[in-house]
């Protein structure tokens, strides 16, 4: 059986609700879905790093970004790999490039 942060998800849930995403019941569903999809998705990253030969940490430009860093101007994607974009509840999915820790910087502090 597997284990779900059923906090994490009614918070996820409500954040989107308040958000004016929808009703509360699809913000619940796409909250599941995302809980659902995270293990996939993890999943996939490892396996596409992998075959790519990357040992060193890798991230989205995105995910760099809520980090505190900036991924260097002209680097290219390490690798890329298909996830499922659970936030929209549809299981549909989408091809996210990855960018390693020696392809970005400190953002600088304003």
């Not at 929808?22 to 995302?34: G, K």
């Not at 680097?75 to 499922?84: E, N, R």
């Amino acid at each position: 059986m597997k284990k779900y942060n059923l906090s994490e998800i009614m918070h996820k849930a409500w954040k989107l609700y308040r958000k004016g995403a929808a009703a509360f019941a699809e913000c619940l569903h796409r909250a599941w879905n995302s809980a659902k999809a995270q293990p996939i998705n993890a999943q996939r990253i490892e396996e596409a790093q992998q075959a790519a030969g990357i040992t060193e940490p890798v991230n989205t430009w995105a995910g760099w970004k809520a980090a505190g860093y900036m991924v260097e101007h002209s680097a290219k994607a390490l690798f890329q790999t298909v996830l499922i974009h659970s936030s929209r509840g549809d299981g549909q999915t989408y091809r996210a490039s990855f960018f390693g820790a020696s392809q970005v910087k400190p953002l600088e502090a304003l």
